[in-house]
């Protein structure tokens, strides 16, 4: 092999008892777009962030471009020519494009202005220099994202799960991106749980699992099973078959509601209408930011209805409209919100805590008071069904990775084993092994008769649990499709508006 552009040896870091790397050895090739596979909990992200300087290891060495580094801090990472696009992005809304820019890469306005439209030109990345962030649709705040990465001219490129935000016609163009910028010299880190992709996209891939490297392959010579195999340890389980329809009572109708957000960044909702039977489940596809978080906050009883409107959400035949979010519970709702840190957990507190916050009606509580032993009970059950890899109930949430904490958050919901369940990305950023146990789960909750409504924005994901889809659009929801005469790209089209909509007036 040519000399390696980034070298590790032996690179371990623990977290007390945690070792989440041991002894890590990796090679990344100049040119390459090289992907990192894991479970959750693999050791993936703190690599990464090891890598960019956000974490120092206890130990190993690193050679980057032929001599020694030290993993300082993002800025001197950034000097040295390596940057990082991390999942959640951190531009500020209120600014523009420019001005998020300029907050990172030094220079005058007009310098910066032309770089901007030069970098758009030769990678395919145009975006409006002036225009305000929340203006923007996700695909663009990617770029802009990358964009700002690519002005301090990295010789490698980080990217945390670049494509879980985008919907299918975009991924192809950032993989047309990335394949530019390898030709014009770049090397790509590219962390993923689409197997599929990584074998579209990537060279190399090196596979971690229990902190410690097991093999490093080259994805295109091994189909995605294979790829699961390695990274899990064993086969993957088929999906769950769904029992034919028998149209159940109605668990949640929402009809005609429009609903303008006091917030003025937020999506004004036009003429939602949906109807989630028991033995049903019904998802909502689209690209995040088009009202899915609004009607999401209707729905869980975050947000209520204004005075005047009434009859327009039912649940378990109740107008639920103007009830806050306890009340909608005790009427058999439960709910897994998509922003797992900020509403589904507090992550300063232990899982058992968390268990409490919406499972405590499970007869948690005795006389007001906590009952520890049935509450470390219900959180070790969660804990064990779910697969969720942490050293023990006490430990804080926030300890645990990405993907394990969103599996404890959906299992803690489906245990209160409600009529109605309500989970927005069921399996964002779980791996797929956990992914697919998680989809099992939940279509046979719906075989047992239980009412799911699931937002996603991963298509394959809606298509294997799903008897209807309808697509959220500019606030709008499509009608339901029926899962199995549906073709993807049909969705597709209806994701990025391409489909003409019923024409909708918000009151
Ligand atoms: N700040 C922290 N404190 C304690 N433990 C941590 C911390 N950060 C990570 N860990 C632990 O280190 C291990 C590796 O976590 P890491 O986030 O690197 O996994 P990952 O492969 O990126 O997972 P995912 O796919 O779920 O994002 C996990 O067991 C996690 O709980």
């Not at 699992?209 to 086969?235: F, S």
Request: hydrophobic letters at 40%; a neutral charge.
């Amino acid at each position: 092999m040519t000399v390696p552009l980034l070298s590790l040896r032996g690179i371990s870091k623990s977290y007390g008892p945690i070792h989440a790397n041991q002894g890590i050895d990796l090679d990344v090739a100049p040119q390459s777009i090289h992907a990192i596979l894991g479970e959750n909990g693999a050791g993936k992200s703190t690599l990464m962030k090891m890598i960019y300087g956000v974490e120092p290891p206890d130990s190993g060495t690193v050679v980057w471009r032929g001599e020694p580094l030290a993993f300082a801090s993002p800025a001197e990472a950034r000097r040295k020519g390596i940057g990082m696009v991390f999942q959640h992005f951190s531009l500020f809304e209120t600014l523009t494009v420019l001005e998020n820019i300029q907050l990172v890469v030094p220079g005058r306005k007009a310098d910066l202005m032309q770089r901007i439209g030069k970098l758009g030109r030769d990678f395919g990345l145009e975006v409006d220099p002036l225009a305000h962030v929340h203006t923007l649709s996700v695909g663009e705040r990617q770029r802009v994202e990358i964009i700002r990465c690519l002005m301090t001219s990295p010789r490698l490129l980080i990217l945390d799960e670049p494509t879980s935000v985008l919907p299918p016609q975009l991924i192809e163009t950032l993989f047309d991106t990335l394949r530019r910028l390898r030709d014009g010299g770049v090397s790509i880190l590219f962390i993923s749980h689409k197997l599929e992709e990584i074998r579209a996209i990537c060279d190399r891939a090196t596979i971690l699992r229990g902190g410690r490297v097991t093999g490093h392959i080259d994805p295109r010579m091994h189909d995605a099973h294979d790829l699961a195999r390695m990274m899990i340890g064993r086969d993957m389980p088929e999906p769950m078959p769904a029992l034919p329809l028998s149209g159940g009572e109605k668990r949640l109708e929402i009809i005609g509601l429009n609903h303008r957000p006091e917030d003025p960044f937020a999506v004004p909702l036009s003429d939602i209408t949906l109807t989630v039977r028991s033995g049903e489940i019904l998802g909502i596809a689209g690209i995040s930011g088009n009202g899915q978080g609004e009607l999401a906050s209707l729905i869980s009883g975050e947000v209520q209805l204004a005075k005047e409107q009434r009859d327009r959400i039912y649940m378990m035949g109740q107008d639920v409209g103007r009830l806050n979010a306890a009340a909608r519970r005790q009427l058999g709702f439960a709910f897994a919100p998509e922003d797992r840190l900020g509403r589904g957990a507090v992550p300063e507190m232990s899982l058992v805590l968390n268990s409490l916050l919406t499972a405590h009606p499970l007869s948690l509580l005795r006389h007001g008071l906590i009952d520890q032993a049935k509450a470390t009970a219900f959180t070790d059950d969660c804990i064990r069904q779910y697969d969720v890899r942490t050293p023990g109930p006490d430990t804080e949430a926030g300890a645990l990775s990405g993907g394990n904490l969103q599996k404890f958050i959906v299992g803690r919901e489906i245990m209160l084993s409600p009529k109605l369940l309500f989970v927005a990305q069921p399996t964002w950023g779980v791996d797929v092994g956990a992914a697919s146990a998680v989809r099992r789960r939940l279509v046979a909750l719906r075989n047992d008769g239980m009412a799911i409504l699931v937002i996603s924005e991963e298509l394959e994901e809606l298509f294997e649990l799903c008897d209807f889809i309808q697509v959220m659009h500019h606030g709008t929801l499509s009608p339901p499709l029926v899962t199995r005469d549906t073709r993807p790209e049909e969705v597709g089209r209806y994701m990025i508006g391409a489909q003409p909509l019923p024409k909708k007036v918000i009151a």
